[in-house]
């Protein structure tokens, strides 16, 4: 699972699955004014609901744990609380957020594996991921990396994705 947090804005999990060095996103989850707590339940649902038993971690924006000097539960811990009372306890990972290797990152699975396909897809469920990333400008000031002032969120928990996982393989299947 990869989580971009939002709470005016909108918040988006995709729900990711691995196969023969591919990545599906096979659900994403969108959100706007939940707090965490729900969120971390609902996205539980989500997992019991599709059957996804074998989910290896939740990498999520580090934007959802305490800034310095702050004190009390962070907004990634309320979540984990919800995905407790949700009964999915999923290990969490905090996301690389480095900006131009992610979006190269992402580039790389989003390119052709020797199969003809590429190495990420998307369901047709994924409406949200679907519209807007191939909406996706470069920032005029900064052409390597993406405008963020778009509907950059479903993209963000991607390359939160991808920055989480190696690079796909890039050998032709079946050779060593």
Known sequence: LSLDWGFVKPGVCGFWALHDGHAYREDEYVFTRTNAFDVGKEIARRCKTAGYTDIGYLV???AMETPEHDTGETTI?????????????????????ERLNGWQRVRHWLSLAPDGAPWLQSSPRCAYFN???PALISD???????????????????RYFCMSRPAPETKPFGTV
């Open 131 to 133: 519209r807007t990333l």
């Open 140 to 158: 005029p000031h900064k052409p390597e990396d993406v405008w963020s002032d778009g509907e950059d969120h479903a993209a963000d928990d991607t």
């Open 77 to 97: 811990e309320t979540l984990r609380r919800g995905l407790r009372a949700g009964g999915v306890p999923i290990p969490t990972r905090p996301a690389d957020k």
């Open 60 to 62: 999520f924006d580090t």
